[in-house]
């Protein structure tokens, strides 16, 4: 009898044809919605192998239950949602997809940097309201991006990959990391700060750090004090590194100029949530990584980790 292999939502039939041969099939049968939990735990109860999303908390009962279970391929680099200590007692191997998702999520940061800056949502709601009756020199005027100082938290492969788009844009590149990055300060020019010195000096703070306790709630309300007036806050990494009052708190103090988030402390956020309501903050649905092509990568990278686990090959991306 083939392996079981459960895929948490609708995917693309085409990307999984090359697997149908090896593998028994399941897959949820809805693209926009989430696997209810009664589901997941009775489909993992005799699969092999897991491809599921951040929308899927994999806790201790999911590892219970899933006495088969060899592998958990999260369609996602972060995993944040993957309890790793019930995986490894259970001797499930665990795979999320670096690489393939760099550079379209640097291009969504770079997206949610100038659109805030230059208040591009705002500027098409004015069009589309019919406000545009005149032209004047400050309309919807905003903040040059270029030639700014940015501040990059958590240089990783993103990280980069944001940091080698600013030189582009003749942007000072200052970065905080747990470790300094020697060969990246060459390469791109950037230079390390203590985590104080960027929030002080930088125009644009961008949050590219994965959710760990040692970065929970680390933009808090001392953080925002200690940003300029000016500047522009950006998260694209997990909602759980912003204390959210706080974020509120400093943008009606008008102790940050604006903010762009494609993460939120929980997701989907609520319809009164108060960041929905402020012009200048752009919020979107964590689609960082969401180009047609690059999902297909990450499902395809997804798939051939759980086929090298399951075949004895080894996986690819193990996050360890
Ligand atoms: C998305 O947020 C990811 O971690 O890939
Ligand atoms: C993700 O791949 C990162 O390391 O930033």
Redesign the pocket.
């Given at each position: 009898e083939k392996p079981k292999l459960y895929i948490t939502r609708k995917v693309p039939e085409k990307i999984l044809e090359p697997f149908q041969q090896d593998f028994t099939i399941s897959m949820w049968k809805y693209e926009e919605e989430p696997v209810p939990r009664e589901v997941l735990l009775k489909e993992i109860s005799d699969a092999h192998g897991v491809l599921c999303m951040l929308s899927e908390t994999m806790d201790q009962e999911i590892f219970n239950t899933g006495s088969s279970l060899q592998v958990v391929a999260n369609l996602a680099?972060?995993y944040d949602n993957i309890d790793l200590h019930a995986a490894r007692e259970a001797g499930v191997v665990v795979t999320n997809t670096?690489?393939v998702?760099?550079e379209s999520?640097a291009d969504l940061a770079f997206s949610l940097l100038l659109s805030t800056a230059r208040r591009i949502v705002e500027a098409n709601q004015y069009i589309k309201e019919d406000k545009w009756k005149q032209w004047s020199p400050y309309l919807l005027a905003g903040m040059d991006v270029h030639n700014k100082t940015i501040g990059i938290v958590?240089?990783?492969?993103?990280?980069?990959?944001i940091a080698r788009r600013a030189q582009g844009f003749g942007m000072e590149i200052l970065y905080h990391n747990r470790s300094r990055k020697v060969e990246s300060e060459k390469q791109i020019g950037a230079t390390y700060v203590d985590f104080d010195t960027l929030l002080n000096k930088a125009d644009l703070v961008v949050s590219?750090v994965?959710a760990t306790p040692q970065t929970n709630q680390m933009f808090n309300k001392e953080a925002f004090q200690k940003m300029k007036r000016s500047s522009i806050f950006i998260n694209i990494s997990r909602g759980s590194v912003v204390n959210e009052n706080a974020l509120v708190e400093a943008l009606e103090m008008g102790e940050i100029s604006a903010a762009g988030l494609d993460v939120f402390a929980e997701e989907p956020i609520r319809s009164d949530h108060p960041l929905l309501d402020k012009t200048n903050v752009i919020c979107l649905p964590h689609i960082g990584s969401a180009s047609t092509e690059t999902r297909s990568s990450m499902l395809q990278l997804c798939l051939e980790n759980i086929s090298g686990v399951i075949h004895g090959t080894g996986p690819i991306t193990e996050v360890k």
């Open positions: 680099v972060g670096p690489g998702l760099t999520t958590g240089m990783g492969r993103i990280g980069e990959a590219v994965p």
